[in-house]
């Protein structure tokens, strides 16, 4: 009963904080007998509490609490034997749930698994982590049951979040401190309306236990392959399904279709241009809905829905896996959805030297439209 009270008590954010401070002194108590070594692989609890950030005016009403919550990680270091390893200062992959307590009736809960890289900076002291995964809301938009949840279309969400921590392992036997600040970010991509998203800016404690000695990282084997600086050509096709903006819609499939060419400039990345068709048709119910609902804006409901755009990127490689941005321009799109400028930020995987796949977002600033599922090819 005692215990039951205890956590009950812990999930305000005022309490949680108090906790968290005791529970920082704590640390601050082991840092003094501080041993700098870094274990190959170890896990880690954080705990964060902060504030929802007023992105869009629409979510006003959603920012009453504060959320808070804890990550837990599992992490290795890479082995040193490829030579990205050592550019990138031996960075960490791992994986990570996060569990989110919105303290907001409307909002709900959230709870995450999230794949996840940590890059070192200063002496390994300062750790920037990168995450993506997927979220479950618990309590999604519902037209009769919880209408005022504008943020969550759907239960399923796809999650970001992004750790800056200054880390001390080993610090007290194999147990470890780390403490900063977290974003984190669960939107559906538009899949389905409605879709504001939530952004969370929190600062968080954490603990790292070792789960082995201080393993030396190998040497670095010779390169694999010879960086190509010649400019290469190739082909993307796009695909998935998304909403317009107006709740109770259908979803409709998208197509993309695109050509590039890129150009290498050094193993850690390269530089390429592009230009790509649209065809979208959520876009073309949109336009149709458009000009019955609002006659007063004379938009023709046969106008054209496709859009052409070019865009130039830039990737950033380790070894197979590359995170890649993206800033485009439509140069033909007859209804102005959004404006014209658009970005895309993701994840590609190199099958081979000529195939790849990836994982994008496709957003106007910081609205999103679409989740893409790409399939390339360097000819």
Request: hydrophobic content about 40%; aromatic content about 16%; charged content about 15%.
């Given at each position: ?9 812990f999930?305000?954010?005022y309490?949680?904080?108090k ?15 501080a ?12 705990m ?5 950030t007023?992105h869009?005016?629409n ?8 959320p808070?919550g804890f990550?837990i990680g599992?992490?290795?270091?890479v082995?040193?034997g490829?030579?990205?390893?050592s ?5 960490e992959?791992?994986?990570s749930f996060?569990a ?9 809960s ?11 900076f ?8 990168i995450?993506?995964g997927v979220s ?35 610090v ?8 900063g ?6 939107s ?7 879709n504001?998203?939530i952004n ?5 404690l ?7 000695d201080?393993?030396?990282?190998k ?11 010649k ?13 317009s903006?107006v ?6 499939p998208?197509?993309?279709?695109s050509?590039?060419?890129e ?8 530089i390429?241009i592009?230009?790509?068709?649209f ?9 149709y809905?458009q000009?019955?609902?609002?006659p ?8 054209d829905y ?9 990737e ?6 590359s ?6 321009y439509y140069v ?7 404006g014209?400028v ?7 995987h190199?099958?081979s030297?000529?195939?790849f ?10 609205k ?5 599922f ?6």
């Amino acid at each position: 009963m005692i215990l039951r009270s205890y956590l009950i008590s812990f999930t305000t954010p005022y309490i949680m904080i108090k906790h968290i401070l005791q529970y920082a002194f704590l640390c601050l108590f082991f840092l003094s007998n501080a041993q700098k070594e870094n274990p190959s692989s170890f896990i880690d609890v954080n705990m964060y509490s902060g504030n929802i950030t007023r992105h869009n005016d629409n979510i006003a009403h959603l920012i009453q609490g504060h959320p808070n919550g804890f990550i837990i990680g599992w992490n290795k270091r890479v082995s040193g034997g490829k030579i990205w390893h050592s550019q990138y200062n031996y960075p960490e992959f791992g994986a990570s749930f996060v569990a989110q307590n919105f303290n907001n009736s409307t909002l709900g809960s959230s709870y995450g698994v999230y794949g996840h890289y940590n890059f070192y900076f200063l002496k390994r002291c300062l750790m920037l982590r990168i995450a993506q995964g997927v979220s479950y809301a618990t309590n999604p938009y519902d037209k009769f049951k919880n209408p005022k949840n504008i943020a969550f279309g759907s239960d399923l969400l796809s999650g970001t979040y992004l750790m800056l921590n200054y880390v001390r392992p080993q610090v007290f036997g194999p147990v470890g401190v780390q403490a900063g600040a977290t974003l984190l970010h669960l939107s559906n991509a538009n899949i389905k309306a409605p879709n504001t998203s939530i952004n969370s800016v929190t600062f968080n404690l954490g603990l790292t236990a070792a789960l082995d000695d201080n393993i030396k990282t190998k040497g670095i084997e010779t390169f694999e392959e010879v960086i190509n600086k010649k400019i290469r050509f190739g082909l993307i096709f796009r695909t998935g399904i998304n909403q317009s903006d107006v709740v109770g819609t259908p979803q409709f499939p998208f197509y993309i279709f695109s050509a590039f060419a890129e150009k290498r400039l050094n193993p850690k990345s390269l530089i390429m241009i592009g230009s790509e068709y649209f065809n979208s048709k959520f876009l073309k119910e949109y336009i149709y809905y458009q000009s019955v609902a609002y006659p007063e804006n004379n938009i023709d409901h046969d106008l054209d829905y496709k859009r052409i755009g070019v865009y130039v990127g830039h990737e950033l490689l380790f070894g197979r896996f590359s995170v890649q941005t993206q800033l485009g321009y439509y140069v033909y799109s007859p209804f102005d959805f959004e404006g014209r400028v658009y970005n895309r930020i993701g994840m590609k995987h190199y099958l081979s030297s000529k195939w790849f796949v990836s994982a994008t977002l496709k957003s106007h600033a910081a609205k999103a439209e679409a989740l893409e599922f790409s399939f390339g090819i360097r000819l």
